[in-house]
């Protein structure tokens, strides 16, 4: 296996370990659907979490981990949430996580790590009314859909 997927792995276990810290329950890791990919999704009584993780062994040019995770893939783990929450009738409200975590390459020890909870939200609601229970006001074809009650 490379480098870099040992480095990802390792990356993502720890990503786990923090989620369930925090009172969450892993409910999957690497889902994959068509082209459609989320790290780790994981769930509690309130809200469901879709998680990016970025692991890397060093800082290139002062850029974080986390900072990596740019528009493209921001739109890519919205579409892979609507396709989950379609897929498995899931009610809780999403949330959309990222953790940067810098890696020792040598000994495999977490430096540093960051968890940035709620990092973003998407800007088009695509998902249909029945299967989002609702955290924010989103806009769906020129209709502002506000949270449930």
């Known amino acids: 296996m490379a480098e870099h997927n040992v480095v990802g792995n390792i990356g993502e276990d720890i990503a786990c370990q923090i989620m369930r810290k925090k ?5 999957d890791t690497n889902w994959r659907f068509g082209h459609l990919e989320m790290d780790v999704i ?24 986390e900072e990596y995770v740019d528009e493209l893939k921001k739109r890519r783990m919205v579409a892979a949430a609507n396709a989950y929450i379609k897929m ?9 996580d990222i953790i940067g975590l810098i890696m020792n390459p040598l000994t495999h020890e977490i430096i540093e790590s960051t ?7 998407p800007s088009i609601r695509t998902i249909g009314k029945s299967s989002y229970s609702g955290q924010d006001r989103w806009h769906h074809r020129r209709k502002t859909i506000g949270r449930k009650r």
Do not use: C, M
């Open 88 to 96: 498995n009738n899931i009610e809780q409200a999403p949330r959309f």
């Open 42 to 65: 994981a769930i509690n009584k309130k809200e469901i979490v879709f998680l990016e993780v970025k692991t890397r062994t060093s800082t290139f040019s002062d850029k974080r981990p």
């Open 115 to 121: 968890h940035l909870e709620d990092a973003f939200s």
């Open 23 to 27: 009172g969450f329950r892993i409910v």
